[in-house]
Nanobody
């Protein structure tokens, strides 16, 4: 069964840190780009970070310098380290793995809540 599951969300105070993980089962992440997208009520969804299969990363301006995306192909897992969290980072974070527009997987999301 093909699955892509996020974990690591939770409640944290402003200025705190969280690390999100997304682990694939039933397929190998090696040749997939990994991305993290967040959805906040009342706002458009935002692609916060991506990392290519070769390890090149890209960040939204809103998180640059605070978030770090990484991957561990041996563990079949992608990560999003989030530091200096702000209340506006609150939202549901979704991980996706994409090899092509027709070959991609999405997790079900993990909730991050940052209190002020």
């Amino acid at each position: 069964q093909l699955q892509f599951v996020e974990s690591g969300g939770g409640l944290v105070q402003s200025g705190g840190s969280l690390r999100l993980s997304c682990t694939a089962s039933g397929f190998t992440l090696d040749y997939f780009a990994i991305g993290w997208l967040r959805q906040t009520p009342g706002k458009e969804s935002e692609q916060v970070a991506t990392i290519t299969s070769g390890g090149r990363s890209k960040y939204a301006e809103t998180v640059k310098g605070r978030f770090t995306i990484s991957r561990d192909n041996a563990a079949n897992t992608g990560y999003l380290q989030m530091n200096s969290l702000k209340p506006e980072d609150t939202g549901v974070y979704y991980c996706n793995a994409e090899r092509s527009p027709t070959l991609n997987f999405w997790g079900k999301g993990t909730l991050v809540t940052v209190s002020s």
